[in-house]
């Protein structure tokens, strides 16, 4: 999991998460790109969209610097705590008298299966809260009631809600800082196309499994 360490430099990663199997990205990191604010694909990718973690949609355009250390932000506060088989990463904050906070929580139930709740509190009924999922190499995406699946060469993944939501999967798009989205970058201003899960609640928490099957023979 990813979390709070200093500001410089600081993504707006808490509550992500990366999720790697036998050497194989399931659940990825969008990663860096460049520190250039007229790069829009590394602006976006260093904020909130650029990270499998939990988040307030109404700060989905904030670039790292303006969240982190613009004084925009009051009562920023972060904390992880590892334990035998779970992560609980936390994170709250205010901003023009309303307060934000997200909880979440890793259940690591096998090698090939997690748990994974996240609870979203504000005062803000127009926060967004959604839980992203950001997956390199797969295809064949499908959505049947409450579950979504997907396909790599080597891995069948499968995402279980056991609320109430909505899904969308979002691939790649080159635009301005609100609108360009799901590019990772593994090398120095070098990007390539993605697919993000978004999963909004309807109501104020969220749990999914997420199982992983592998398809060697």
Known sequence: TCGFSTTIHKQVDDTSFTLRLSGVDIVVDCGLGSYDAKDTKAVVINGQRGHSGAFFKRFDDWTMQKFHSSGELSDLD???D?????????????HENLTYQIQRTINILSFYDL????VFVSDDSFAGPVSRFIFDGFRNFKVVSNRVT?????????VLCWNPASFSILSSYD???TTSIAFRSLNWNEYKSVNILEITPLEGEL?????????EK
Do not use: A, P, T
């Open 78 to 80: 972060y904390s992880i």
């Open 82 to 94: 590892e334990r035998h088989n779970q992560i609980v990463s936390s994170k709250s904050f205010s």
């Open 115 to 118: 748990n994974i709740k996240d």
């Open 150 to 158: 997907m396909e790599s060469d080597l891995y069948r993944v499968s």
């Open 175 to 177: 635009g301005d800082i």
């Open 207 to 215: 749990e999914v499994n997420i199982s992983i099957e592998s398809l």
